[in-house]
């Protein structure tokens, strides 16, 4: 009986790896390959992109669970971290082991900037365990969300000017400037539509500074005079500093 049983399975098992060879076989037979390609490349190939897909179809059935209730999966992924870590000097300076909700920590812990954890950064950078995170961190990193420019700021252009006379512009010559930009280039507009961009800032410097400022750059530059040329767009910190001395208020 076990005999028979045996050679059943095996019989099936068999069928079941020709049938799934020969899948295999008729798919790569239907797809474009390239002429490079051997039957053992392309046979190994397809086995990839079938793993990857079924990879990535659970992957995404799981994203798509999580997604149908975010505050619950938030809640669940704040709450494992704290209950994980509540025995950290941060979890113990904000009673970690007191926060059962979202609404306890709400309650117990306070909103904060990057200045609330720096002395907690710190004493973990200089080696000390169990600061904020049970594990050992497994690299150290700078992002621009917590220690990079602010970016409540909306940029804006600056365009120096220098005229004949020691004369400042009036707020109407400055929004001038702004509207003509809008009318000659097409991006310039798109930018202030979307206020991506401030309107643009007209600063007046007093007279003779943007020959200062030729000699200034010439002198950190290996460039002969007659070559040297002052460049439209100014980047260079100590030149931009330079130019900021030499507006006139």
């Not at 490079?36 to 990535?56: A, E, P, R």
Request: hydrophobic share 35%.
């Amino acid at each position: 009986m076990f005999e028979k049983l045996a050679k059943g399975c095996l019989a099936v098992g068999g069928t079941v790896g020709v049938i799934s060879v020969s899948y295999i076989v008729w798919d790569i037979y239907c797809k474009r390959s390239s002429k490079l390609h051997s039957w053992s490349s392309m046979f190994n190939q397809n086995q990839v992109n079938g793993i990857m897909k079924g990879v990535g179809r659970l992957v995404n059935n799981g994203f798509n669970s999580y997604s149908k209730d975010c505050v619950k999966t938030q809640e669940s992924t704040l709450l494992q971290f704290i209950k994980e870590n509540s025995d950290t000097i941060y979890g113990r300076d904000h009673s970690f082991s007191q926060i059962h909700n979202r609404d306890d920590f709400v309650r117990l812990h306070p909103l904060t900037i990057y200045e609330h954890y720096e002395s907690y950064i710190d004493r973990v950078y200089n080696g000390e365990e169990n600061v904020i995170t049970k594990a050992m961190p497994a690299m150290f990193g700078v992002t621009s969300g917590t220690s990079g420019e602010d970016t409540t700021v909306t940029p804006f252009y600056v365009i120096y000017v220098e005229l004949d006379s020691d004369q400042n512009l009036t707020e109407k010559d400055k929004n001038m400037v702004d509207e003509a930009l809008c009318q000659k280039s097409y991006a310039y507009k798109s930018f202030r539509t979307k206020n991506s961009i401030q309107t643009i800032e007209v600063r007046v410097v007093s007279s003779g500074t943007f020959r200062a400022l030729k000699q200034f750059l010439m002198t950190k530059s290996e460039t002969s005079a007659n070559q040297f040329k002052v460049p439209r767009v100014v980047k260079r910190k100590e030149a931009v500093e330079f130019l900021q001395t030499r507006i006139l208020h």
